[in-house]
């Protein structure tokens, strides 16, 4: 039987993790980008904290470019990595995202490969090939599950959200499955908290919408810390969500999405639900050691992904500083 993975076995690489959150993007780097007098003297500041040349001029190669960096971070830290579970989670979500453009290509007859990115863990043309085959016992096994009931879904329905909502399901069911298997109430509450925001988003949409219980109960993940009784409950009455939110990391939140159903911004309730989970994972800056600094580092690192690409395309678009800032997430330093 394998020896149990203690916290003290992350020592040497919760050590350098603490180093290399020296070179994460601040909020003053962020502000010498906005600043910069030229889109080129926007990027040597990016280089200048380790990234490659990036062109928002062409979305596509820039993407390719950030991808790369955060494959050789994930490569690079799975080396040090006690325990690879933890490096997995930050995959996930890239096999899922192709099962779903594998599907919905399928269905428009079109090809998926511009909608695959291989960043999951398995290979994105190796995941293409086994889903069009029906081969999904050649998947990880909730991979597999998730693949075959959505392809069934949409099979029978037609309907690409549905089969999302299948697929968004398994995603989150993996990911606590994952922190149940390694004992991480870290991990847990990381999940328990995106659960909380996505189904705190899929409540004020709803209620946008002019859509009551019925409808919402059809798309709430289960697994939060708010049970979805409660979040129904809150769609029939059609409100009540600062009261619902009000004692947890979502309260914030909850204001912005109860201002958000009275006309105003949809897109900064939806900043503050990303922010909520941020804050939640910055709490690893004051664990010493074990696998919270790895979890909280690597979900810093997609966070910076996210606002390098705010940053340059709004400028690219020509938006205001002001524009910009608003749509930046809170980063990890």
């Given at each position: 039987m394998a020896n149990k993975i203690k916290d003290t076995d992350y020592l040497a690489i919760s050590a350098r993790i603490k180093a290399m959150e020296t070179g994460l993007l601040t909020r003053e780097r962020m502000e010498q980008v906005l600043d910069a007098r030229t889109d080129e003297e926007a990027v040597k500041i990016l280089q200048e904290c380790g990234y490659p040349e990036l062109d928002a001029r062409d979305p596509e190669a820039m993407d390719a470019a950030l991808s790369a960096a955060r494959e050789a971070t994930l490569s690079d830290l799975l080396d040090g990595a006690p325990d690879p579970r933890y490096i997995d989670?930050?995959?996930?979500?890239?096999?899922?995202?192709?099962?779903?453009?594998?599907?919905?290509?399928?269905?428009?007859?079109?090809?998926?490969d511009s909608m695959l990115m291989d960043m999951g863990r398995v290979p994105a043309m190796v995941l293409k090939e086994a889903v069009l085959a029906g081969r999904?016992?050649?998947?990880?096994?909730?991979?597999?599950?998730?693949?075959?009931?959505?392809?069934?879904?949409?099979?029978?329905?037609?309907?690409?959200?549905?089969?999302?909502?299948?697929?968004?399901?398994?995603?989150?069911?993996?990911?606590?499955?994952?922190?149940?298997?390694?004992g991480s109430s870290f991990l847990a509450g990381y999940v328990k908290i995106q659960i909380d925001a996505a189904n705190l988003r899929a409540l004020v949409r709803t209620l946008r919408m002019g859509k009551?219980?019925?409808?919402?109960?059809?798309?709430?993940?289960?697994?939060?810390?708010?049970?979805?009784?409660?979040?129904?409950?809150?769609?029939?009455?059609?409100?009540?969500?600062?009261?619902?939110?009000?004692?947890?990391?979502?309260?914030?939140?909850?204001?912005?999405?109860?201002?958000?159903?009275?006309?105003?911004?949809?897109?900064?309730?939806?900043?503050?639900?990303?922010d909520a989970v941020g804050e939640y994972l910055a709490g690893a800056q004051f664990v010493p050691f074990g696998e919270a600094p790895l979890l909280g580092y690597l979900a810093a690192r997609e966070t910076e992904y996210t606002n390098i690409?705010?940053?340059?395309?709004?400028?690219?678009?020509?938006?205001?500083?002001?524009?910009?800032?608003?749509?930046l997430r809170n980063g990890y330093v």
């Open positions: 989670i930050f995959k996930l979500k890239y096999d899922y995202h192709n099962i779903k453009a594998v599907l919905k290509a399928t269905a428009m007859q079109v090809s998926p999904m016992d050649e998947l990880p096994e909730g991979l597999a599950a998730a693949a075959a009931e959505a392809k069934e879904v949409l099979d029978s329905t037609r309907d690409p959200q549905l089969s999302d909502i299948v697929l968004d399901r398994w995603y989150y069911r993996e990911m606590m499955a994952s922190a149940e298997a390694t009551g219980g019925d409808f919402l109960k059809t798309v709430l993940l289960e697994g939060g810390s708010i049970g979805t009784d409660a979040v129904i409950s809150a769609g029939n009455s059609g409100g009540g969500l600062t009261e619902l939110y009000g004692p947890t990391p979502l309260q914030t939140a909850a204001e912005a999405g109860a201002e958000a159903l009275r006309g105003g911004s949809l897109t900064a309730f939806e900043k503050l639900c990303d690409r705010i940053l340059l395309m709004g400028r690219g678009a020509g938006l205001s500083a002001d524009v910009i800032r608003s749509r």
